[in-house]
């Protein structure tokens, strides 16, 4: 079975700095995505960033990127010039390649602050 | 902000119960996805609608159950709700019911809690 492990409970930072959160997962699969999702205050489950596993380019949005080593089973998430809307729960999730396109595992998630 | 809405907001029943909890996808999604997310948890995947079937389910007891109409709302029923049971439940929609570029949009969710 798939898991996600984010060992960070919590992490802050301050605004105008960059912040990096950590994500392991655990599969015996070769094709899969893997995302981050921020979760506001008001719950909603946003997403951030996509990756598929098969692109060995890093995936990019704005000031989000990641650090995607498959070898390692590691996909962090990178936030540069932090700001305040930047606090929330973050959540990485795993999804199979060709599996139901909802079925996302997700890890326990990171609360970030941002301070100004 | 998404074009999913989930309804009721709150609720609070006692253990036992039935519950029904509402989510109105966005339009022209015709997938819908339910998760619990448990207090201090990431969110797990209870089971997926598309085209108002059954496409996918995780680990979750017979008593959850769920529909999806012709206009591709759907709702999530539990039965004899348990004290565990308390948590953010929430939908997603999509289009397309298999892997695709389509990415899922959340709801706000429902709060649950039982007493």
């Known amino acids: 079975a798939q898991t996600v492990t984010q060992s960070q409970p919590e992490m802050s930072v301050q605004e105008a700095e960059t912040v990096t959160l950590s994500c392991t997962y655990d599969?015996?699969?070769?094709?899969?995505?893997l995302f981050w999702y921020k979760q506001p205050p008001s719950r909603q489950m946003i997403l951030v960033i996509r990756?598929?596993?098969?692109?060995?380019q890093n995936a990019t949005e704005n000031r989000f990127s990641v650090n995607f080593q498959k070898a390692a089973k590691s996909f962090s998430l990178k936030i540069s010039d932090s700001q305040l809307g930047d606090t929330a729960m973050y959540f990485c999730?795993?999804?199979?390649?060709?599996?139901?396109?909802?079925?996302?595992?997700f890890g326990k998630g990171t609360k970030l602050s941002v301070k100004p | 902000e998404t074009g999913v809405t989930q309804s009721p907001t709150h609720l609070i029943k006692t253990r036992g119960q039935q519950v029904t909890l509402r989510c109105s996808s966005q339009?022209?999604?015709?997938?819908v996805s339910w998760y619990q997310q448990a207090l201090g948890q990431g969110p797990q995947f209870i089971f997926q609608?598309?085209?108002?079937?059954?496409?996918g389910r995780g680990n979750f007891p017979p008593r959850f159950s769920g529909l999806q109409f012709p206009n591709y709302s759907s709702e999530l029923n539990v039965n004899a709700l348990e004290l565990d049971d308390s948590a953010l439940y929430l939908c997603?929609?999509?289009?397309?019911?298999?892997?695709?570029?389509?990415?899922?949009?959340f709801g706000s969710g429902t709060q649950l809690s039982v007493l």
């Open positions: 997603a929609s999509s289009l397309g019911g298999r892997i695709t570029n389509e990415k899922l949009f």
């Open positions: 599969t015996s699969e070769n094709n899969y995505y």
């Open positions: 990756q598929e596993a098969y692109k060995q």
């Open positions: 999730a795993f999804m199979n390649y060709g599996g139901s396109q909802g079925n996302l595992i």
């Open positions: 339009s022209g999604h015709n997938t």
């Open positions: 609608y598309y085209r108002e079937e059954e496409n």
